[in-house]
């Protein structure tokens, strides 16, 4: 592990760089969270999933939790049947199969970059975030309870 010290405005920080095969048995991951945007003029949302790829493991997964009680509050007349199908819709993508439609033959991390594309729907994806596991399908899970429920 190397150490890289930043030097910003006379205040000096350390970041820890960790290399391949350094890491131990954790690998890079990167993850979105899934955003309901019921309006989108309003800009307010509410976090309904987060999206996980694994390179090193071939994974993608989506977990998704609808508070419908907090879509109806932004929105009393959100088509909440709506939305629970594009959620489910991006679970089916990240499954793969005949679930995934035509996304069905391609790899984990092209089905990703596909979900995480930026959209003007009320599904929406955040920004790509990273960061380090031993096992993608339970951080999936840590990131549902952390940022979702």
Known sequence: MSEHHIHMAGHVAERHI??????????VFEYALLRVVPRIERGECVNAGVLVYCRARAYVGARTHLDEARLL???????????????A????????GEAAGQAAGDDAGRRFR?????????????????????DPAAETERLLGLLVR
């Not at 960790?18 to 690998?27: E, H, L, N, P």
């Not at 509050?73 to 959620?87: F, I, K, N, S, T």
């Not at 979900?115 to 031993?134: E, N």
């Open 18 to 27: 960790t290399r391949a095969g350094q890491g131990g048995d954790r690998d």
């Open 89 to 96: 819709a991006v679970e089916g993508v990240c499954t793969g």
């Open 73 to 87: 509050a932004l929105d009393p007349d959100a088509d909440v049947e709506g939305v629970r199908a594009a959620l």
């Open 114 to 134: 596909w979900l995480v594309a930026p959209r003007s729907t009320i599904v929406q994806p955040g920004p790509v975030h990273t960061g380090l596991t031993a």
